[in-house]
């Protein structure tokens, strides 16, 4: 009868370990789970702070696209300028001379009338 009772605390021995094991299975799964998760919620953090990236640099590139028009209207329009502005200076020239010679005209005049 001794035999026996050692079989059968063998065999409850054996279930303990297994539920024992079968216990830090599932407390290891749950950890890996867990990791698993914080994992996919970190890769996705970054996936949305990249396409912000994007978003960011698209945005960054057209505003340089519209300051890069900007300059050339500038350009354009300082070139414009600058040929108005010499046309103008002829003109000064021109009307200067017309002064000068209608002083002397006046001179003239003077000088016959008297």
């Known amino acids: 009868g001794v035999g026996r009772g050692r079989c059968k605390m063998a065999a409850g021995g054996a279930a303990d370990a297994q539920a024992r094991f079968g216990h830090s299975v599932k ?8 990791s698993c998760g914080t994992d996919v ?3 996705t953090k970054q996936v949305l702070k990249g396409s ?9 590139a057209r505003n340089m696209v519209m300051q890069e028009d900007a300059i050339l209207h500038s350009e354009d329009s300082l070139r414009k300028m600058a040929i108005i502005t010499t ?3 002829y ?7 017309n002064v000068e010679r209608s002083s002397n005209l006046q001179d003239q005049l003077s000088h016959l009338l008297k």
């Open 27 to 34: 407390g290891l799964l749950t950890e890996k789970v867990t």
């Open 41 to 43: 919620i970190a890769l």
């Open 52 to 60: 912000r990236s994007a978003e960011l640099l698209g945005q960054a």
């Open 87 to 89: 046309h103008l200076q």
């Open 91 to 97: 003109q000064q020239e021109a009307i200067q001379k």
